[in-house]
């Protein structure tokens, strides 16, 4: 089993990255299908979303704008529940068909406080693509209409994921060793 330590803890890899690509593929598929012709704005949520976002375009061959935001609310292993501004959005969202893309949905808190201030700026639709999705995790009810893979409630890191900032370059997704 291939392991990696950052810090204090050790995690072992769960996803390799040949996996994580086809799954991203086949949603991109869905998104392809779903927006043609509507020009849609990714807005990707930053850090975590990064190699994500990068891989997921790559598939994308519908005409689309793309931007980013920033929020940071979490340290460590665990969800903090304020969560902090948006910064940087200064695409017009008014009117848009706007797809969220981000790294993970853990309580599912931040996206529903991300998806609330969009709002204020009445785009015409406002839709989630996450990679991740810890379903036994959620606390809101929240509908997300593109998942790229289910996993259980344990701590990952890789593809953009951190633990305390460290762990965003790696190639794979690993599982923290309990
Ligand atoms: P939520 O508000 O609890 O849904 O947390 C969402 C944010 O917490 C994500 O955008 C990630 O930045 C972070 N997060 C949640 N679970 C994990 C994890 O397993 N590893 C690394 N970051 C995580
Ligand atoms: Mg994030």
Redesign the pocket.
Known sequence: METIQLKDLTFSISIPYEEIRKSIAQVAEKINRDYKNTNPLFVV?LN?AFMFAADLMKFINIDCTISFVKLS??EG?K?TQN?KQLLGLNEELTGRKVIIV??????????RETIKAMELSKPADIQVCTLLL?PD?LKVPLSIKYICMEIPN????GYG???DGLGRNLKDIYTLVK
Request: overall charge negative.
């Open positions: 949520v975590g609310s979490y292993t969800s969560v981000e790294d993970i949905v853990d309580t599912g808190i931040t996206i810890k995790a344990e701590f990952v890191v994921l951190d633990y």
